[in-house]
């Protein structure tokens, strides 16, 4: 039920993070009109004056057809396109102070689970934003926002309930460079997408502290069975998990030194606290709040997730990551389709 279909489209894309900065570079490129929302006035006014974001991507030359405003109304004035690039435990009060467009299509682009409710974000979005799932769409896979801003080819995912949203989305953020396909399992993608950031915390302390590849290799492969277990269980399609929303994702973030979330657990491993990495950052890794949330929502299903409940453990303290590794490698043997 894509809601309207121009040409080209005006989109507003609110956050201007990294992943927001580079995707709305993304929008720009395939042709269409982007308002990008910067919550500081200081942040909207360099990117306007300097075609930079100073604080996310400061080597990055944005195009012309980018306009930043602090405003949010004024983001999302005609908008046919509205666009979430808030972080996922930040996105439902967003929602409630803003105002989006009642025919406008709306996208997230957060990978996480709502902590207490352990609702995806296009939960979130319908619940709290008054969307109806129609239309509203995802955007995921290997998505590291520096690759995607220096141009550099990447392929993801735009996924909805309904067939002509996804393909109205799909044409907005299709180009050269940025390949979209489209899916209909939204659920799938964004399980895939959420839980690959606790997978890959879980590989990064492995190699903080000093595991070499056979033990990456085994949490990521491990890692890919615990999210498709998952998925299964709430409904997705397992060909989902096996494509660019969860293995393409998984192993980008996972082995990437760009990635937030292998990083936090790389320094999580070398012995730093989750306070003192946190407070050292502008970039949130999303698996280290949504950890908790997927290992209830895993619960709440009868799905057993070890690498997720090990990390979860890290993160709430109860466990150092040598402690988690261990946890893991003693658990009972059994056939690998287990």
């Not at 057809?65 to 930040?90: C, F, G, R, W, Y």
């Not at 390949?179 to 399980?191: I, K, Q, S």
């Not at 890794?285 to 890290?314: M, T, W, Y």
Request: charged share 20%; net charge negative.
């Amino acid at each position: 039920m894509a809601a309207r279909s121009t040409a080209r489209a005006r989109v507003a894309v609110m956050g201007s993070g990294s992943w927001g900065t580079a995707f709305s570079m993304v929008v720009a490129d395939a042709g269409h009109d982007v308002r990008l929302w910067a919550r500081r006035p200081e942040l909207a006014a360099a990117i306007n004056g300097q075609r930079h974001n100073p604080d996310y991507l400061p080597s990055i030359t944005l195009p012309e057809t980018i306009h930043a405003v602090s405003e949010p109304d004024e983001a999302m004035d005609k908008a046919d396109i509205v666009v979430l690039a808030v972080p996922a435990q930040t996105l439902r009060g967003n929602l409630g102070e803003w105002h989006i467009p009642g025919d406008a299509l709306v996208v997230s682009l957060a990978k996480g689970v709502e902590l207490t409710s352990c609702l995806r974000m296009s939960e979130v979005v319908a619940a709290a934003g008054g969307v109806e799932p129609e239309r509203i769409g995802v955007v995921t896979g290997p998505n590291l926002s520096q690759e995607i801003a220096e141009r550099q080819p990447s392929a993801s995912v735009v996924a909805s309930v309904d067939a002509a949203t996804a393909k109205e989305l799909q044409r907005v953020c299709h180009t050269a460079l940025f390949r979209a396909y489209t899916n209909h399992d939204v659920v799938g993608c964004e399980l895939g997408g959420a839980t690959k950031n606790v997978i890959a915390l879980a590989v990064g302390m492995g190699m903080g502290l000093g595991l070499g590849s056979n033990a990456a290799a085994s949490v990521i492969t491990r890692g890919l069975a615990e999210l498709t277990r998952l998925g299964v269980a709430l409904g997705a399609d397992p060909h989902t998990l096996a494509g660019l929303a969860g293995l393409g994702d998984l192993v980008a973030t996972c082995l990437s030194p760009l990635s937030r979330n292998r990083t936090f657990g790389e320094a999580l491993g070398r012995g730093r606290t989750v306070a003192e990495i946190t407070a050292s950052t502008r970039q949130v890794a999303e698996g280290v709040k949504s950890c908790a949330s997927i290992q209830e929502l895993a619960a709440r299903h009868d799905v057993e997730l070890p690498i997720v409940h090990n990390v979860a453990a890290v993160i709430a303290g109860d466990l150092t990551p040598s402690e988690g590794i261990r946890a893991l490698m003693s658990r009972s043997a059994k056939a690998e389709r287990d």
